[in-house]
């Protein structure tokens, strides 16, 4: 009996017979097109080749998540296609996050990241909070309609680097001052750096209410943070 020749997708890549470079190349774009799946695949595959978790979270992941956080701020990206790259980064890092504890890499820092009291606006700080974990940070994500107490909570529970504060609506963004003014009443201000954002927010704000860096976007947060942190590790001033 006559059978039908097996008919292959000339454009179907097979992400297990790329060479290294290519499989990298490959995930970036998986990356930045929300493939979930092929971005677990690509991941497992690269650890089988017996790289390490670190380099695979660094060359394949956070790469390609800086070319996702770099067309998000130039307006060729927009939300969904972001939530998407970013929902396929944490499939990435679901596999890699008990191989990088287990190695002992440390993270580049931590950071407790809430929406402030009064405001349910949560889109923006989710995509900070993962483009920080994308950045090699431990993320405690406290949610949102954050009061004082809230935020002083998760900072002695959690003892991070930074504070980050979210606020969407012009009513709640001047609770960052009653949070900053409280960390100063209570001489723990500058123990952490202070980093707010949202869209109503600006420069002039960040410095008026007292917080080290204002940050337009979530590329811009994870830009910023690493910085700020090897900064006041390092004993210096990181304020505005
Ligand atoms: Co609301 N809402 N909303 N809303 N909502 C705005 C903010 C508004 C501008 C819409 C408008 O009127 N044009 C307006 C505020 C006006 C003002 O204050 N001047 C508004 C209003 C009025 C309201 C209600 C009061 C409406 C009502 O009930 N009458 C109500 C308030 C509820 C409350 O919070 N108490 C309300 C409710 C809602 C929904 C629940 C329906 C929904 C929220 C869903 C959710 O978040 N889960 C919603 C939405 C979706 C919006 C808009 C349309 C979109 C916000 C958003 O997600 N943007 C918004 C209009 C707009 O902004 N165009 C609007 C996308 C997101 C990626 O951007 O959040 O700016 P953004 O985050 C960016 C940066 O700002 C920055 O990085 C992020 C990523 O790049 N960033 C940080 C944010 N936080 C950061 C922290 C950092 C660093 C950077 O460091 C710590």
Redesign the pocket.
């Known amino acids: 009996m006559a059978t039908e020749p097996l008919m292959l997708d000339e454009d179907e890549i097979v992400l297990s017979e790329l060479a290294d470079d290519e499989l990298v190349e490959q995930m970036h774009e998986d990356l930045y097109d929300g493939l979930k799946e092929e971005i677990v695949e690509g991941t497992s595959i690269l650890l089988g080749r017996d790289w390490s978790a670190e380099k695979v979270l660094n060359e394949a992941l956070v790469e390609g998540m800086r070319i996702v956080g770099i067309d998000?701020r130039d307006g060729i990206l927009f939300?969904p296609e972001v939530l998407l790259a970013a929902n396929a980064m944490k499939g990435g890092m679901e596999i890699l996050r008990p191989l990088l504890s287990e190695t002992g890499v440390k993270p580049i820092g931590k950071m407790v990241?809430g929406t402030v009291k009064?405001?349910?606006?949560?889109?923006?700080?989710n995509?900070?909070a993962m483009m920080l974990e994308g950045a090699g940070f431990e993320v405690f994500d406290i949610g949102i309609n954050n009061s004082v107490e809230d935020y002083f909570e998760a900072l002695e529970k959690h003892q991070p680097d930074i504070l980050?504060?979210?606020a969407?609506?012009?009513?709640?963004m001047p609770y960052m001052k009653v949070v900053i003014d409280e960390m100063v009443s209570q001489g723990i201000r500058d123990d952490y750096i202070v980093?707010?954002?949202?869209?109503?927010l600006n420069e002039e704000f960040g410095r008026a209410v007292g917080a080290d860096a204002y940050?337009?976007?979530?590329a811009q947060?994870a830009d910023t943070a690493p910085r700020l942190v090897r900064v006041h590790r390092a004993g210096g001033t990181v304020g505005a």
């Open positions: 998000f939300v990241i009064g405001d349910i606006h949560d889109i923006g700080k995509l900070v980050g504060m979210s969407l609506l012009t009513t709640t980093m707010v954002g949202g869209a109503p940050c337009r976007d979530a947060a």
